[in-house]
């Protein structure tokens, strides 16, 4: 695989190889809004309209129902991409920090959700904050789960990463078993690494009932740990120029122990180092400074 573009992960991202995609979606908007009008006819009656498409990519497309637009229809060409968003809102169903979830259809590998026209400005640090206690109860949400959802993810437990050969993506396989053991040590034994959010400040909004929301769920892992995104919150913070990625480590590591964990500021120092060495990252744009 070849190394992604310059961005928050710059080193560590890997893209997919050309024509991984067997049947990838057409990228013109009208040609999209035609499809998704079908696809709303045969599995999503009775769904508003009119529909307009937001983005036509060949891996998604997304569209907006209603005027105001008040559902969100995302399509997917990759049935695992699909499959990983549905496991993220099934993960996160109690977290509130998505969009609320009405409709998945397997079928047609769509989901419809609620449309968040309003955008969270991050510029102010209480917002900021807001966003990374966000972040912080998606890392820790596997301390929360149902006994029936966290015995069908045992198999995600760090304590097995630790038994199991390093990923082939794993630069050095001894700094990725570094990590896993300070994030099993931070949230305990029974403990899913989720992690790798899309984060970006157009992803960040506000939900009806007030809890900001993170717009695209389709990245969440659960083997990569919470680390790639404490990482790109200091690259946003160190882009806007405002707070610095210090202040957003230390939020974090507030908010992360105020939901249960363990973490001091030193172990998460160590964490973010180890991260880097075992993935090839180039930079943690401050965050261990």
């Known amino acids: 695989m070849s190394t992604a573009p310059a961005g928050p992960l710059d080193g560590a991202a890997r893209t997919r190889p050309d024509g991984w995609l067997a049947n990838p979606f057409t990228t013109n908007h009208a040609t999209a809004e035609r499809q998704a ?17 937001l983005t036509a990519r060949y891996r998604t497309a997304v569209f907006a129902l209603g005027a105001p637009p008040r559902r969100v229809l995302k399509r997917h060409a990759d ?28 079928t047609s590998r769509t989901l419809l959700v ?3 026209d309003e ?9 900021f904050d807001e966003l990374v206690r966000s972040v912080a109860r998606i890392h820790t949400a596997s301390s929360r789960w149902q006994p029936e959802v966290a015995e069908t993810m045992a198999l995600w437990h760090t304590t097995a990463a630790l038994d199991a050969p390093s990923p ?19 949230h305990g034994l029974g403990h899913v690494p989720l992690g790798h959010l899309d984060l ?3 992803h960040v909004r506000r939900r009806a009932d007030g809890h900001l929301a993170l717009i695209d769920a ?27 990625p210090r ?30 060495a075992a993935t090839g990252l180039r930079s943690l744009h401050g965050a261990h400074e």
Not at 83 to 88: I, K, M, Q
Request: overall charge negative; glycine content about 6%; proline content about 6%.
């Open 247 to 276: 202040w957003v480590r230390h939020a974090y590591l507030h908010h992360a122990r105020e939901l249960g964990t363990h973490w001091n500021d030193h172990d998460l120092i160590r964490a973010l180092a180890a991260f880097a």
């Open 168 to 186: 082939d993506w794993i630069t050095l396989p001894d700094d990725w078993h570094r990590l896993l053991q300070l994030v099993t040590d931070a």
């Open 114 to 116: 609620d449309h968040l």
């Open 37 to 53: 009008y079908v696809i709303l006819a045969r599995h999503h009656a009775g769904e508003p309209g009119p529909v307009r498409c």
């Open 218 to 244: 389709e990245t969440l892992r659960p083997d990569i740990t919470g680390l790639p995104d404490l990482i790109t919150l200091a690259h946003m913070a160190d882009q806007q120029g405002h707070p610095s």
């Open 200 to 202: 970006k400040p157009e």
């Open 79 to 106: 049935e695992a991409g699909y499959l990983g968003e549905v496991l993220a809102y099934e993960l996160l169903a109690d977290e509130n920090v998505l969009p609320v979830l009405h409709r998945a259809c397997d």
């Open 119 to 127: 955008e969270v400005t991050l510029s102010g640090t209480d917002a």
